[in-house]
Every structure is written in C-alpha cells, then in structure tokens.
C-alpha cells in the first residue's frame, strides 16, 4: 500500500529554523488534505498545521507566523519549515496524508521525526 515517510529532524537552536518533509509514495490514485501533527515529550499527539485540496493552510495558535506548510502535489512531498523555533517546538513530528489508494481514501501517517529544540 501507499507509505508515508518524514525526514529532515534534528537539533536546533532557540531562535533557529528547520525543514522537515514528508513523501507519499506507492499507487497514489487521489491527493486530499495533508496534515502536521506533533507529540511533545510525555503530552498528547496535536494538531499544528493543514494544507487543503485547495491549498488554503491552517495553522494551530503556536505555529502561526513561525511555520509554513506547502506541498508539491505532483511529487507527492509536502514540507513543514519551521522558524524562530523554541524548546518548547521539541516534539516527534508526524505527516499525515489523506490519500486515496486501490481501497478508497484514507489516512496514511508517517514514522515520525524529532525535532529538538536545544541550546
């Protein structure tokens, strides 16, 4: 089936930027929303940003200003990059893309990748 991996984690500094991305691959049929999510250390998986079909964004309060979604839907890859990032942005990041593969639509999610804010 269709799989999802994330990739560009790592250590940063306070006040510093990164770029995660987050590929689709496998037989793709249809392209819906795609969303970031992350889980800080001992909380909760949360919503922080969404792309529509449209390509409208959506941001949750912590994020907006500071990160950007975006997507190249004809490669299939869609990126969170991400500024004046502080530790309190330390969390596993995960990509979730609503796909429609040969069983219909569907959420496909990725393995995660951390991010660590850190002086």
């Known amino acids: 089936q269709v799989q999802v991996v994330e990739s560009g984690g790592g250590l940063v500094q306070p006040g510093g930027s990164l770029s995660l991305s987050c590929a689709a691959s496998?037989?793709?049929?249809?392209?819906?929303?795609v969303a970031w999510y992350r889980q800080p250390p001992g909380k909760e998986r949360a919503f922080i940003a969404l792309?529509?079909?449209?390509?409208?964004?959506d941001y949750t309060d912590s994020v907006k200003g500071r990160f950007t979604i975006s997507g190249d839907s004809a490669k299939n890859t869609w990126y969170l990059e991400m500024r004046s990032l502080r530790p309190e942005d330390t969390a596993i990041y995960y990509c979730?893309?609503?796909?429609?593969?040969?069983?219909?639509?569907?959420?496909?999610w990725g393995q995660g990748t951390q991010v660590t804010v850190s002086s």
């Open positions: 979730r893309c609503t796909l429609m593969d040969e069983s219909g639509w569907q959420h496909f």
């Open positions: 792309l529509s079909r449209t390509g409208t964004p």
């Open positions: 496998g037989t793709i049929l249809g392209i819906g929303t």
